[in-house]
């Protein structure tokens, strides 16, 4: 069975010799026997025209294993018919990802919209929600007391700024009279309301390698710290006593939540978080199942997308391409427009998709071959055209 591969794109672009286009101003095609491994024949681009002359000329070819080009799939219909055209899963993969990644842009976008406007959150019972990652221990009562008494000193000074700008004192003259910077006038007639101290950032401490345990056993009902501070010390920690009762003082104050801390999403881009729902899940560590909890738990559009493209990839991972038509129906049922976006182009090649997804044949050989004409058009650069390149891809050892 005589197997034909056709690649054309950006890394497989052909540059006349002789002239100095930009990289990727001219693209060909290069076409390998997936039986011999061997090229079979250069073409000076990627036009449907020329591979579809060129596929007339060799009437023998039975499979085109091809990119998602839609020049290669005309070319190959209208010019090999009977031969069964196989769309390369790495390619459908990508086009997957891609569309993943918009998605994931998209809620992104929405989920951070969202967490401006929305209230702490509270459980059940009133108690503010913190994530694990914040969880802190309870602030000492000397610790509060100077804190709250600087409150009250900016708060008087604030009070006198705000009464001289009402009687028409400009920034730096309060500044002035008071002694402050006058940015910082500035910034409190800006604010229009009495600007609260930042909370400061939480110290790495001992403590936080253990507190999921610690959580998990408080969840479970112990609530003797001297209890939790032996098991944790059996364990490695090496903190005091009275830091576990500072931590549990808080949980009694506050409800801590160790699964999902939105925060979190924030430091992703799409392009790395798409990652997340692409890979299978047991390639990924703990703490990356982690992030990806997070992201299934901050939107359920975000819980359906992964199971789709999970599903996806399973029957590219085991060749289920049997379950093709389903999966394009629960697309077609969702709300998920990028998804949908996706569906609609492997409709247009559906055959050529799914027998990508069922038959072993696939463009990994091809890479390569492109990998070496990069090689040999770059030693070449400048010295001859197009038949020079052809002849030597084609006689390389």
């Given at each position: 069975m005589a197997c034909t591969v056709l690649r054309?794109?950006?890394?497989?672009?052909?540059?006349?010799?002789?002239?100095?286009?930009?990289?990727?101003?001219?693209?060909?095609?290069?076409?390998?026997?997936?039986?011999?491994?061997r090229p079979i024949d250069l073409l000076p681009d990627r036009q449907a025209e020329t591979a579809a002359a060129w596929m007339r000329d060799n009437p023998e070819i039975q499979v085109v294993s091809r990119d998602r080009a839609s020049a290669y799939a005309s070319a190959a219909s209208e010019a090999a018919p009977l031969a069964i055209q196989v769309a390369d899963r790495f390619h459908v993969s990508k086009n997957l990802t891609e569309a993943t990644q918009l998605l994931l842009a998209r809620c992104q976008a929405e989920i951070a919209a969202a967490s401006k406007m929305e209230e702490p959150a509270q459980n059940e019972s009133g108690q503010p929600m913190i994530s694990i990652e914040e969880w802190r221990p309870k602030e000492p009562a000397h610790v509060k007391q100077r804190r709250l008494t600087r409150r009250a000193g900016r708060e008087a000074r604030y009070e006198q700024a705000m009464e001289r700008h009402s009687q028409g004192l400009s920034a730096k003259e309060i500044a002035g009279q008071l002694g402050m910077s006058q940015r910082t006038v500035q910034t409190w007639l800006a604010a229009e309301t009495f600007p609260e101290a930042k909370k400061r950032r939480k110290k790495r401490s001992d403590f936080d390698l253990f507190a999921p345990y610690v959580l998990k056993r408080w969840q479970e009902g112990e609530r003797n710290g001297l209890t939790l501070w032996r098991e944790i010390h059996k364990q490695g920690y090496i903190g005091s006593e009275r830091t576990v009762y500072r931590h549990i003082e808080t949980l009694k104050q506050a409800s801590v939540q160790a699964a999902f801390n939105p925060h979190r999403l924030h430091t992703f881009t799409a392009s790395t978080a798409v990652w997340l729902f692409v890979r299978d899940k047991k390639s990924l560590d703990e703490i990356e199942q982690e992030d990806l909890a997070t992201f299934c738990q901050a939107s359920p559009t975000?819980?359906?997308?992964?199971?789709?493209?999970?599903?996806?990839?399973?029957?590219?991972?085991?060749?289920?391409?049997?379950?093709?038509?389903?999966?394009?129906?629960?697309?077609?049922?969702?709300?998920?427009?990028?998804?949908?976006q996706f569906a609609t182009g492997v409709e247009k090649d559906k055959a050529a998709v799914k027998a990508?997804?069922?038959?072993?044949?696939?463009?990994?050989?091809?890479?390569?071959?492109?990998?070496?004409?990069?090689?040999?058009?770059?030693?070449?650069?400048?010295?001859?055209?197009?038949?020079?390149?052809?002849?030597r891809v084609l006689h390389a050892v």
């Open positions: 054309g794109g950006d890394d497989g672009n052909i540059v006349p010799l002789t002239r100095p286009f930009r990289r990727g101003y001219r693209f060909g095609t290069i076409l390998v026997d997936l039986e011999s491994h975000l819980k359906r997308t992964y199971d789709l493209v999970q599903d996806f990839m399973q029957m590219v991972r085991k060749r289920e391409g049997y379950r093709l038509d389903a999966w394009l129906e629960r697309v077609s049922s969702s709300d998920l427009a990028e998804l949908q990508g997804l069922t038959w072993s044949i696939n463009n990994g050989q091809v890479e390569g071959q492109v990998t070496k004409l990069k090689l040999i058009k770059r030693s070449m650069y400048g010295r001859a055209g197009f038949p020079l390149l052809r002849q």
